[in-house]
Protein backbone atom coordinates (compact mmCIF):
# COMPACT_ATOMS: atom_id res chain seq x y z
CA UNK A 1 0.00 0.00 0.00
CA UNK A 2 1.40 3.63 -0.98
CA UNK A 3 0.67 5.72 2.16
CA UNK A 4 2.96 8.41 2.95
CA UNK A 5 1.05 8.19 6.77
CA UNK A 6 4.08 7.51 9.86
CA UNK A 7 3.19 5.26 12.23
CA UNK A 8 4.88 3.82 15.46
CA UNK A 9 6.42 0.10 14.56
CA UNK A 10 4.27 -2.42 15.30
CA UNK A 11 4.84 -6.04 14.33
CA UNK A 12 1.25 -6.80 13.73
CA UNK A 13 2.04 -4.39 10.92
CA UNK A 14 4.10 -6.71 9.33
CA UNK A 15 2.04 -10.26 10.20
CA UNK A 16 -0.60 -8.78 8.77
CA UNK A 17 -0.34 -6.56 5.80
CA UNK A 18 3.04 -7.09 4.73
CA UNK A 19 4.61 -3.60 5.48
CA UNK A 20 7.86 -3.89 6.84
CA UNK A 21 8.43 -2.10 10.33
CA UNK A 22 11.05 0.44 10.92
CA UNK A 23 13.03 -1.79 13.68
CA UNK A 24 13.72 -4.64 10.84
CA UNK A 25 14.67 -1.91 8.14
CA UNK A 26 17.93 -1.29 10.74
CA UNK A 27 17.97 -4.54 12.35
CA UNK A 28 18.34 -6.61 9.03
CA UNK A 29 19.70 -9.59 10.85
CA UNK A 30 16.80 -9.29 13.62
CA UNK A 31 13.89 -11.72 13.44
CA UNK A 32 10.29 -10.51 13.81
CA UNK A 33 10.10 -12.16 17.16
CA UNK A 34 13.04 -10.05 18.54
CA UNK A 35 10.87 -7.10 17.37
CA UNK A 36 8.09 -8.06 19.20
CA UNK A 37 9.61 -8.96 22.34
CA UNK A 38 11.45 -5.74 22.37
CA UNK A 39 8.20 -4.03 21.71
CA UNK A 40 6.32 -5.42 23.85
CA UNK A 41 8.93 -4.89 26.60
CA UNK A 42 9.23 -1.15 26.03
CA UNK A 43 5.64 -0.37 24.52
CA UNK A 44 3.43 -3.19 26.19
CA UNK A 45 2.47 -4.19 22.58
CA UNK A 46 0.83 -7.30 22.77
CA UNK A 47 3.37 -10.24 21.89
CA UNK A 48 1.76 -12.09 18.82
CA UNK A 49 2.07 -15.66 18.26
CA UNK A 50 4.51 -15.72 15.66
CA UNK A 51 5.34 -18.82 12.91
CA UNK A 52 8.80 -20.57 13.37
CA UNK A 53 10.32 -19.17 10.88
CA UNK A 54 9.88 -16.03 12.20
CA UNK A 55 11.24 -16.93 15.47
CA UNK A 56 14.13 -18.33 13.58
CA UNK A 57 14.97 -16.11 9.74
CA UNK A 58 15.53 -12.68 9.96
CA UNK A 59 12.72 -10.64 8.72
CA UNK A 60 14.70 -8.69 6.28
CA UNK A 61 15.91 -12.39 4.90
CA UNK A 62 12.48 -13.58 4.19
CA UNK A 63 11.44 -10.37 2.68
CA UNK A 64 13.96 -10.25 -0.17
CA UNK A 65 13.45 -14.06 -0.43
CA UNK A 66 9.64 -14.53 -0.53
CA UNK A 67 8.44 -11.20 -0.31
CA UNK A 68 6.39 -9.39 -3.10
CA UNK A 69 8.27 -7.15 -5.49
CA UNK A 70 7.24 -4.21 -3.34
CA UNK A 71 8.69 -6.00 -0.10
CA UNK A 72 11.92 -6.77 -2.46
CA UNK A 73 12.47 -3.37 -3.55
CA UNK A 74 12.31 -1.93 -0.53
CA UNK A 75 15.09 -4.67 1.07
CA UNK A 76 17.19 -4.28 -1.79
CA UNK A 77 17.43 -0.63 -1.25
CA UNK A 78 17.57 -0.84 2.48
CA UNK A 79 20.67 -3.69 2.59
CA UNK A 80 22.71 -0.74 1.10
CA UNK A 81 21.44 2.05 3.86
CA UNK A 82 24.30 2.73 5.70
CA UNK A 83 22.29 3.10 8.94
CA UNK A 84 21.58 -0.51 8.55
CA UNK A 85 24.57 -1.47 7.48
CA UNK A 86 26.13 -0.52 10.91
CA UNK A 87 24.12 -1.84 13.00
CA UNK A 88 23.58 -5.34 11.17
CA UNK A 89 26.85 -5.54 9.63
CA UNK A 90 28.03 -5.86 5.82
CA UNK A 91 29.76 -9.27 5.71
CA UNK A 92 26.50 -10.85 4.90
CA UNK A 93 25.06 -8.92 2.85
CA UNK A 94 26.59 -9.84 -0.64
CA UNK A 95 24.96 -13.26 -0.84
CA UNK A 96 21.99 -11.29 -0.96
CA UNK A 97 22.41 -8.51 -2.68
CA UNK A 98 24.33 -10.33 -5.82
CA UNK A 99 21.55 -12.98 -5.86
CA UNK A 100 19.02 -9.99 -6.86
CA UNK A 101 20.68 -9.20 -9.24
CA UNK A 102 18.25 -11.58 -10.93
CA UNK A 103 15.10 -10.76 -9.51
CA UNK A 104 12.62 -11.04 -11.99
CA UNK A 105 11.77 -7.15 -11.43
CA UNK A 106 14.27 -4.41 -13.08
CA UNK A 107 13.26 -2.29 -10.05
CA UNK A 108 14.89 -4.55 -7.49
CA UNK A 109 17.95 -5.72 -9.85
CA UNK A 110 18.43 -1.68 -9.83
CA UNK A 111 18.75 -1.23 -6.19
CA UNK A 112 20.34 -4.46 -5.46
CA UNK A 113 22.83 -2.99 -7.80
CA UNK A 114 23.39 -0.03 -6.13
CA UNK A 115 22.76 -0.91 -2.76
CA UNK A 116 25.95 -3.88 -3.38
CA UNK A 117 28.24 -0.61 -5.03
CA UNK A 118 27.90 0.57 -1.42
CA UNK A 119 30.10 -2.64 0.14
CA UNK A 120 33.50 -2.98 -0.13
CA UNK A 121 35.37 -4.34 -3.29
CA UNK A 122 32.31 -3.74 -5.33
CA UNK A 123 32.09 0.04 -5.70
CA UNK A 124 32.58 0.16 -9.42
CA UNK A 125 30.84 -3.01 -10.62
CA UNK A 126 29.54 -3.15 -13.79
CA UNK A 127 26.25 -4.21 -14.30
CA UNK A 128 23.27 -3.76 -16.88
CA UNK A 129 19.88 -4.10 -14.58
CA UNK A 130 17.84 -4.48 -18.32
CA UNK A 131 19.72 -7.28 -19.74
CA UNK A 132 18.70 -10.86 -20.40
CA UNK A 133 17.86 -13.33 -18.43
CA UNK A 134 21.71 -15.15 -19.63
CA UNK A 135 23.69 -12.11 -18.73
CA UNK A 136 21.85 -11.25 -15.62
CA UNK A 137 23.03 -14.68 -14.17
CA UNK A 138 26.52 -14.29 -15.77
CA UNK A 139 26.63 -11.12 -14.05
CA UNK A 140 25.75 -12.66 -10.96
CA UNK A 141 28.02 -14.94 -11.15
CA UNK A 142 30.89 -13.04 -11.85
CA UNK A 143 30.15 -11.30 -8.74
CA UNK A 144 29.42 -13.88 -6.25
CA UNK A 145 33.25 -15.08 -7.31
CA UNK A 146 34.54 -11.93 -7.06
CA UNK A 147 32.95 -11.67 -3.65
CA UNK A 148 34.19 -15.81 -2.76
CA UNK A 149 37.61 -15.52 -4.13
CA UNK A 150 39.01 -11.56 -3.38
CA UNK A 151 36.33 -9.96 -1.22
CA UNK A 152 35.03 -12.13 1.76
CA UNK A 153 36.38 -11.12 5.02
CA UNK A 154 37.88 -15.14 6.22
CA UNK A 155 37.10 -13.90 9.97
CA UNK A 156 33.19 -12.84 9.55
CA UNK A 157 31.01 -14.33 11.91
CA UNK A 158 27.40 -14.80 10.17
CA UNK A 159 24.55 -15.00 12.42
CA UNK A 160 22.18 -18.22 11.90
CA UNK A 161 19.51 -15.69 11.31
CA UNK A 162 21.17 -14.65 8.10
CA UNK A 163 20.69 -18.41 6.96
CA UNK A 164 24.67 -18.28 6.26
CA UNK A 165 26.97 -21.08 7.47
CA UNK A 166 30.34 -20.15 8.61
CA UNK A 167 31.67 -19.83 5.70
CA UNK A 168 29.53 -17.32 4.20
CA UNK A 169 27.51 -19.79 2.04
CA UNK A 170 23.60 -20.38 2.38
CA UNK A 171 21.96 -23.33 4.33
CA UNK A 172 20.22 -24.59 0.66
CA UNK A 173 17.68 -25.88 2.18
CA UNK A 174 15.82 -23.38 4.01
CA UNK A 175 17.40 -21.40 1.31
CA UNK A 176 15.95 -23.06 -1.43
CA UNK A 177 12.31 -23.11 0.64
CA UNK A 178 12.14 -19.86 1.03
CA UNK A 179 12.78 -18.50 -2.96
CA UNK A 180 9.51 -21.54 -3.64
CA UNK A 181 7.50 -19.37 -2.13
CA UNK A 182 8.10 -15.45 -3.41
CA UNK A 183 5.19 -14.09 -4.04
CA UNK A 184 5.16 -13.32 -7.91
CA UNK A 185 1.99 -11.48 -7.93
CA UNK A 186 2.57 -8.44 -10.36
CA UNK A 187 3.22 -5.17 -8.32
CA UNK A 188 3.22 -1.92 -9.72
CA UNK A 189 4.46 1.04 -7.96
CA UNK A 190 3.35 4.49 -9.12
CA UNK A 191 6.43 6.47 -7.55
C1 LIG B 1 17.84 3.97 11.87
C2 LIG B 1 18.22 2.62 12.22
C3 LIG B 1 17.53 1.96 13.43
C4 LIG B 1 16.18 1.78 13.63
C5 LIG B 1 15.03 2.22 12.74
C6 LIG B 1 16.09 1.03 14.88
N1 LIG B 1 17.32 0.79 15.38
FE1 LIG B 1 17.73 -0.26 17.08
N2 LIG B 1 19.68 0.23 16.94
C7 LIG B 1 20.23 0.93 15.89
C8 LIG B 1 21.63 1.16 16.17
C9 LIG B 1 22.62 1.90 15.26
C10 LIG B 1 21.88 0.59 17.44
C11 LIG B 1 23.20 0.58 18.22
C12 LIG B 1 23.19 1.78 19.11
C13 LIG B 1 24.45 1.87 19.94
O1 LIG B 1 25.18 0.87 20.04
O2 LIG B 1 24.66 2.96 20.49
C14 LIG B 1 20.62 0.01 17.88
C15 LIG B 1 20.46 -0.68 19.08
C16 LIG B 1 19.32 -1.39 19.42
C17 LIG B 1 19.23 -2.33 20.52
C18 LIG B 1 20.36 -2.69 21.50
C19 LIG B 1 21.41 -3.50 20.84
C20 LIG B 1 20.95 -4.87 20.40
O3 LIG B 1 21.18 -5.20 19.21
O4 LIG B 1 20.38 -5.63 21.20
C21 LIG B 1 17.97 -2.83 20.49
C22 LIG B 1 17.37 -3.88 21.42
C23 LIG B 1 17.27 -2.18 19.40
N3 LIG B 1 18.13 -1.31 18.77
C24 LIG B 1 15.95 -2.40 19.06
C25 LIG B 1 15.23 -1.65 18.13
C26 LIG B 1 13.80 -1.69 17.95
C27 LIG B 1 12.84 -2.58 18.73
C28 LIG B 1 13.48 -0.81 16.97
C29 LIG B 1 12.09 -0.40 16.44
C30 LIG B 1 11.26 0.23 17.43
C31 LIG B 1 14.75 -0.23 16.49
N4 LIG B 1 15.78 -0.77 17.24
C32 LIG B 1 14.87 0.64 15.42
C33 LIG B 1 19.59 1.32 14.73
C34 LIG B 1 18.23 1.34 14.56
Known sequence: ??????????????????????CNLCHLD?????????LHAWYNQP????PRDDQTISAA?????????????????GFGWESAQEIAGRDWLYPYLIYSLTDPYAAVRFDAWKSLQTLPGFPN??????????????????????WLQG??????????ETLLDSNGRWRQDIFQRLRTERDDKRILLAE
Open 1 to 22: MRSHQVSSPTVRESTAYGRPNA
Open 151 to 160: VRNPNAVYRP
Open 125 to 146: FSFNYTATDPVLSEAATRAYEK
Open 30 to 38: QTLAWTAEK
Open 61 to 77: VQWILKGDAGQRVLMAW
Open 47 to 50: MADL
